[in-house]
Protein backbone atom coordinates (compact mmCIF):
# COMPACT_ATOMS: atom_id res chain seq x y z
CA UNK A 1 0.00 0.00 0.00
CA UNK A 2 1.57 3.26 -1.30
CA UNK A 3 0.27 5.74 1.67
CA UNK A 4 2.47 8.38 -0.03
CA UNK A 5 0.18 8.51 -3.06
CA UNK A 6 -2.84 9.10 -1.00
CA UNK A 7 -1.64 12.13 0.69
CA UNK A 8 -0.86 13.55 -2.87
CA UNK A 9 -3.73 14.97 -4.59
CA UNK A 10 -5.85 13.56 -7.76
CA UNK A 11 -6.89 15.88 -10.64
CA UNK A 12 -10.25 15.54 -8.58
CA UNK A 13 -9.18 16.73 -5.53
CA UNK A 14 -6.99 19.25 -6.18
CA UNK A 15 -7.64 22.68 -5.19
CA UNK A 16 -5.88 24.56 -7.34
CA UNK A 17 -5.84 28.42 -6.48
CA UNK A 18 -7.31 27.82 -3.53
CA UNK A 19 -4.78 25.98 -1.44
CA UNK A 20 -5.14 28.42 0.98
CA UNK A 21 -8.51 28.07 1.97
CA UNK A 22 -8.01 24.29 2.72
CA UNK A 23 -4.93 25.17 4.54
CA UNK A 24 -6.79 27.15 6.85
CA UNK A 25 -9.15 24.14 7.97
CA UNK A 26 -7.77 21.97 10.92
CA UNK A 27 -7.29 18.46 10.09
CA UNK A 28 -9.28 16.44 12.66
CA UNK A 29 -12.08 14.93 10.97
CA UNK A 30 -14.74 16.17 12.74
CA UNK A 31 -13.71 19.80 11.90
CA UNK A 32 -13.28 18.83 8.75
CA UNK A 33 -16.36 17.06 8.29
CA UNK A 34 -18.36 20.36 9.40
CA UNK A 35 -16.78 22.65 7.26
CA UNK A 36 -17.13 20.51 4.66
CA UNK A 37 -21.10 20.25 5.45
CA UNK A 38 -20.68 24.27 5.67
CA UNK A 39 -19.91 24.71 2.31
CA UNK A 40 -22.11 21.88 0.38
CA UNK A 41 -25.47 20.95 0.90
CA UNK A 42 -27.66 17.61 -0.64
CA UNK A 43 -29.36 18.75 -3.61
CA UNK A 44 -32.17 16.45 -2.67
CA UNK A 45 -31.65 17.05 1.21
CA UNK A 46 -34.99 17.42 3.31
CA UNK A 47 -36.41 20.54 4.59
CA UNK A 48 -33.95 22.44 2.24
CA UNK A 49 -35.85 24.22 -1.52
CA UNK A 50 -32.68 24.54 -3.80
CA UNK A 51 -33.52 27.11 -7.12
CA UNK A 52 -33.50 24.72 -9.65
CA UNK A 53 -30.65 26.60 -12.00
CA UNK A 54 -28.65 25.79 -9.35
CA UNK A 55 -29.55 22.15 -9.02
CA UNK A 56 -26.65 21.85 -11.95
CA UNK A 57 -24.01 22.22 -9.65
CA UNK A 58 -24.52 18.65 -7.99
CA UNK A 59 -22.22 17.89 -11.55
CA UNK A 60 -19.01 19.96 -10.69
CA UNK A 61 -16.80 16.72 -10.65
CA UNK A 62 -14.14 18.99 -9.60
CA UNK A 63 -12.67 20.29 -6.05
CA UNK A 64 -11.34 23.43 -7.57
CA UNK A 65 -14.64 23.81 -9.47
CA UNK A 66 -17.13 23.39 -6.18
CA UNK A 67 -14.91 25.92 -4.42
CA UNK A 68 -15.09 28.00 -7.49
CA UNK A 69 -19.05 28.53 -6.85
CA UNK A 70 -18.55 28.37 -2.93
CA UNK A 71 -16.44 31.73 -3.17
CA UNK A 72 -18.39 33.43 -5.43
CA UNK A 73 -20.77 33.76 -2.78
CA UNK A 74 -19.02 33.61 -0.14
CA UNK A 75 -15.41 35.31 -0.72
CA UNK A 76 -14.64 34.07 3.10
CA UNK A 77 -12.93 31.08 5.44
CA UNK A 78 -14.44 27.72 4.57
CA UNK A 79 -15.38 27.52 8.28
CA UNK A 80 -17.58 30.92 7.86
CA UNK A 81 -20.99 29.76 8.65
CA UNK A 82 -22.88 29.86 5.13
CA UNK A 83 -27.12 29.73 4.69
CA UNK A 84 -27.72 26.41 3.97
CA UNK A 85 -29.76 27.15 0.92
CA UNK A 86 -26.67 28.90 0.04
CA UNK A 87 -24.53 26.03 -0.52
CA UNK A 88 -23.17 24.45 -3.16
CA UNK A 89 -25.51 21.69 -4.25
CA UNK A 90 -23.70 18.30 -4.35
CA UNK A 91 -24.18 14.99 -2.59
CA UNK A 92 -22.31 12.07 -0.75
CA UNK A 93 -19.14 12.18 -3.24
CA UNK A 94 -19.03 15.74 -2.75
CA UNK A 95 -19.18 15.75 0.83
CA UNK A 96 -16.51 12.96 0.76
CA UNK A 97 -14.24 15.00 -2.04
CA UNK A 98 -14.01 17.82 -0.49
CA UNK A 99 -13.19 16.34 2.79
CA UNK A 100 -9.94 14.19 1.09
CA UNK A 101 -8.98 17.51 -0.46
CA UNK A 102 -8.76 18.51 2.61
CA UNK A 103 -6.33 15.77 4.86
CA UNK A 104 -4.40 15.58 1.19
CA UNK A 105 -3.36 18.96 1.03
CA UNK A 106 -2.18 18.55 4.97
CA UNK A 107 -0.43 15.35 3.81
CA UNK A 108 -2.72 13.04 5.67
CA UNK A 109 -3.15 9.65 3.39
CA UNK A 110 -7.14 9.33 2.77
CA UNK A 111 -9.16 8.20 -0.34
CA UNK A 112 -13.21 7.42 -1.05
CA UNK A 113 -14.73 4.32 -0.69
CA UNK A 114 -17.96 3.60 -3.02
CA UNK A 115 -20.94 1.20 -1.59
CA UNK A 116 -23.86 1.17 0.06
CA UNK A 117 -25.32 2.54 3.46
CA UNK A 118 -28.06 0.82 5.48
CA UNK A 119 -28.40 3.46 7.81
CA UNK A 120 -30.07 6.12 5.80
CA UNK A 121 -33.70 4.42 5.05
CA UNK A 122 -34.94 1.66 6.87
CA UNK A 123 -34.56 -1.80 4.92
CA UNK A 124 -32.48 0.38 2.03
CA UNK A 125 -29.62 0.18 0.75
CA UNK A 126 -28.76 3.41 -0.78
CA UNK A 127 -25.31 3.99 -3.02
CA UNK A 128 -23.35 6.23 -0.68
CA UNK A 129 -19.41 7.12 -0.63
CA UNK A 130 -17.62 7.48 2.44
CA UNK A 131 -14.27 8.71 2.97
CA UNK A 132 -11.22 6.65 4.47
CA UNK A 133 -8.33 8.40 5.99
CA UNK A 134 -5.30 6.69 7.34
CA UNK A 135 -4.86 8.12 11.68
CA UNK A 136 -1.33 6.82 11.58
CA UNK A 137 -2.24 3.30 12.67
CA UNK A 138 -5.23 2.34 10.56
CA UNK A 139 -7.55 2.96 8.20
CA UNK A 140 -10.76 4.51 9.17
CA UNK A 141 -14.14 5.04 7.72
CA UNK A 142 -16.18 8.59 8.04
CA UNK A 143 -19.48 10.12 6.82
CA UNK A 144 -18.88 13.70 6.60
CA UNK A 145 -22.52 14.19 5.04
CA UNK A 146 -23.60 13.03 8.48
CA UNK A 147 -25.30 15.58 10.90
CA UNK A 148 -23.97 14.41 14.53
CA UNK A 149 -26.68 15.91 15.94
CA UNK A 150 -28.76 13.32 14.41
CA UNK A 151 -30.09 10.28 16.14
CA UNK A 152 -27.57 7.72 14.69
CA UNK A 153 -26.95 5.32 16.96
CA UNK A 154 -23.21 5.11 16.13
CA UNK A 155 -19.67 7.77 15.82
CA UNK A 156 -20.41 8.62 12.27
CA UNK A 157 -16.62 9.74 12.50
CA UNK A 158 -15.29 6.43 13.04
CA UNK A 159 -17.68 3.79 11.25
CA UNK A 160 -16.97 0.26 11.83
CA UNK A 161 -16.40 -1.80 8.96
CA UNK A 162 -17.74 -5.16 10.39
CA UNK A 163 -21.12 -3.40 11.51
CA UNK A 164 -22.90 -3.61 8.25
CA UNK A 165 -23.89 -0.17 8.40
CA UNK A 166 -22.06 0.46 5.28
CA UNK A 167 -20.87 -2.01 3.00
CA UNK A 168 -18.54 -1.66 -0.06
CA UNK A 169 -19.81 -2.55 -3.34
CA UNK A 170 -17.31 -5.58 -3.46
CA UNK A 171 -18.74 -6.86 -0.56
CA UNK A 172 -22.32 -6.26 -1.94
CA UNK A 173 -21.37 -8.19 -5.23
CA UNK A 174 -19.65 -10.86 -3.26
CA UNK A 175 -22.84 -11.02 -1.14
CA UNK A 176 -24.76 -11.04 -4.27
CA UNK A 177 -23.09 -13.81 -6.26
CA UNK A 178 -23.28 -16.57 -3.00
CA UNK A 179 -26.63 -15.58 -3.07
CA UNK A 180 -27.20 -13.81 0.73
CA UNK A 181 -28.77 -11.07 -0.43
CA UNK A 182 -31.70 -9.48 -2.52
CA UNK A 183 -30.28 -7.04 -5.03
CA UNK A 184 -33.52 -5.45 -5.51
CA UNK A 185 -33.13 -3.52 -1.64
CA UNK A 186 -29.47 -1.61 -3.64
CA UNK A 187 -29.71 1.20 -5.30
CA UNK A 188 -30.20 5.07 -5.90
CA UNK A 189 -33.90 5.02 -3.74
CA UNK A 190 -37.25 3.37 -2.55
CA UNK A 191 -39.57 3.69 -6.01
CA UNK A 192 -36.40 4.36 -8.64
CA UNK A 193 -35.33 2.29 -10.99
CA UNK A 194 -31.88 2.27 -10.51
CA UNK A 195 -31.34 -0.52 -8.34
CA UNK A 196 -30.15 -4.29 -8.27
CA UNK A 197 -27.56 -6.62 -9.50
CA UNK A 198 -26.77 -4.51 -12.49
CA UNK A 199 -25.88 -1.54 -10.61
CA UNK A 200 -24.13 -3.18 -8.20
CA UNK A 201 -22.24 -4.75 -11.19
CA UNK A 202 -21.36 -1.18 -11.80
CA UNK A 203 -20.41 0.03 -8.70
CA UNK A 204 -17.60 -2.57 -8.60
CA UNK A 205 -15.71 -0.60 -10.85
CA UNK A 206 -16.89 2.53 -9.87
CA UNK A 207 -15.24 1.32 -6.05
CA UNK A 208 -11.91 0.18 -8.22
CA UNK A 209 -11.57 3.65 -9.80
CA UNK A 210 -12.19 5.84 -6.68
CA UNK A 211 -9.39 3.30 -5.77
CA UNK A 212 -6.84 4.43 -7.72
CA UNK A 213 -8.02 8.11 -7.06
CA UNK A 214 -9.99 8.28 -10.41
CA UNK A 215 -13.04 10.16 -8.10
CA UNK A 216 -16.02 9.98 -10.74
CA UNK A 217 -19.16 10.84 -10.08
CA UNK A 218 -21.57 8.33 -9.02
CA UNK A 219 -23.70 8.79 -12.57
CA UNK A 220 -20.73 8.58 -14.47
CA UNK A 221 -20.53 5.36 -17.23
CA UNK A 222 -17.85 3.92 -18.98
CA UNK A 223 -15.39 0.61 -19.67
CA UNK A 224 -17.31 -2.48 -19.10
CA UNK A 225 -20.27 -0.59 -16.90
CA UNK A 226 -23.83 -1.92 -18.10
CA UNK A 227 -26.88 -1.82 -17.31
CA UNK A 228 -27.97 -5.41 -17.96
CA UNK A 229 -26.10 -8.37 -16.95
CA UNK A 230 -26.79 -10.57 -19.89
CA UNK A 231 -24.10 -7.93 -21.69
CA UNK A 232 -22.21 -8.24 -18.65
CA UNK A 233 -18.44 -9.78 -17.39
CA UNK A 234 -19.65 -11.42 -14.10
CA UNK A 235 -16.47 -13.21 -13.85
CA UNK A 236 -14.48 -9.51 -14.16
CA UNK A 237 -16.54 -8.24 -11.31
CA UNK A 238 -16.00 -11.39 -9.90
CA UNK A 239 -12.09 -10.80 -9.89
CA UNK A 240 -11.94 -7.56 -9.16
CA UNK A 241 -14.25 -7.63 -5.91
CA UNK A 242 -12.25 -10.28 -4.67
CA UNK A 243 -9.20 -8.38 -5.07
CA UNK A 244 -10.50 -5.64 -3.59
CA UNK A 245 -11.50 -7.24 -0.42
CA UNK A 246 -8.60 -9.08 -0.27
CA UNK A 247 -6.75 -5.78 -0.23
CA UNK A 248 -8.85 -4.39 2.09
CA UNK A 249 -7.21 -6.62 4.44
CA UNK A 250 -4.01 -5.75 3.84
CA UNK A 251 -2.78 -8.10 1.35
CA UNK A 252 -0.25 -6.19 -0.74
CA UNK A 253 -0.35 -8.35 -3.58
CA UNK A 254 -4.11 -8.10 -4.48
CA UNK A 255 -3.53 -3.96 -4.07
CA UNK A 256 -0.58 -4.16 -6.66
CA UNK A 257 -2.98 -6.67 -8.94
CA UNK A 258 -5.88 -3.85 -8.88
CA UNK A 259 -3.31 -1.16 -9.62
CA UNK A 260 -1.76 -3.33 -12.97
CA UNK A 261 -5.35 -3.93 -13.96
CA UNK A 262 -6.60 -0.76 -13.56
CA UNK A 263 -3.78 0.44 -15.89
CA UNK A 264 -3.59 -2.31 -18.69
CA UNK A 265 -7.01 -3.23 -19.02
CA UNK A 266 -9.16 -0.65 -20.81
CA UNK A 267 -12.69 -1.92 -19.36
CA UNK A 268 -11.74 -0.75 -15.89
CA UNK A 269 -10.78 2.53 -16.27
CA UNK A 270 -12.76 5.93 -17.56
CA UNK A 271 -10.16 6.84 -20.36
CA UNK A 272 -10.12 10.05 -21.94
CA UNK A 273 -13.94 10.32 -21.53
CA UNK A 274 -16.99 9.17 -19.93
CA UNK A 275 -20.85 8.83 -20.53
CA UNK A 276 -22.53 11.21 -17.83
CA UNK A 277 -26.15 10.70 -17.07
CA UNK A 278 -27.06 14.01 -14.87
CA UNK A 279 -29.78 13.00 -11.83
CA UNK A 280 -31.25 16.50 -12.43
CA UNK A 281 -31.79 16.63 -15.84
CA UNK A 282 -31.78 13.17 -16.94
CA UNK A 283 -29.61 13.67 -20.17
CA UNK A 284 -26.75 11.96 -20.99
CA UNK A 285 -23.94 13.64 -22.49
CA UNK A 286 -20.25 12.72 -23.03
CA UNK A 287 -17.43 14.56 -20.66
CA UNK A 288 -13.82 15.21 -22.07
CA UNK A 289 -11.65 14.36 -18.67
CA UNK A 290 -8.59 16.18 -20.22
CA UNK A 291 -10.31 19.43 -20.86
CA UNK A 292 -8.71 22.33 -18.43
CA UNK A 293 -11.21 22.86 -15.36
CA UNK A 294 -10.07 26.84 -15.50
Not at 54 to 70: C, G, K, M, P, Q
Not at 258 to 273: I, K
Amino acid sequence: MDLDDYRRHSPYSDPGRHRGLLDAVATDIRTVAATVRNVIVHYRAGGVELPDDRLEEVNSRWVDRILDTDQSRFPVPLTTGRPTAERVAGCCRDHTLLSIAILRQHGIPSRSRVGFASYLTPGWHHDHVLIEYWDGHRWVWADPELDPAGDWGFDGCDIDPGAGLFDSAARVWSAYRAGAIDPEVYGVAPGMSVRGAWFIYDLVLLELAHRQKDELLLWDRFGAMTDDLANADLTLADEIAALLLEADDGDETAEKALADRYATDSRLRPGAQVRSLSPVSNTVSTVDLRVSRR
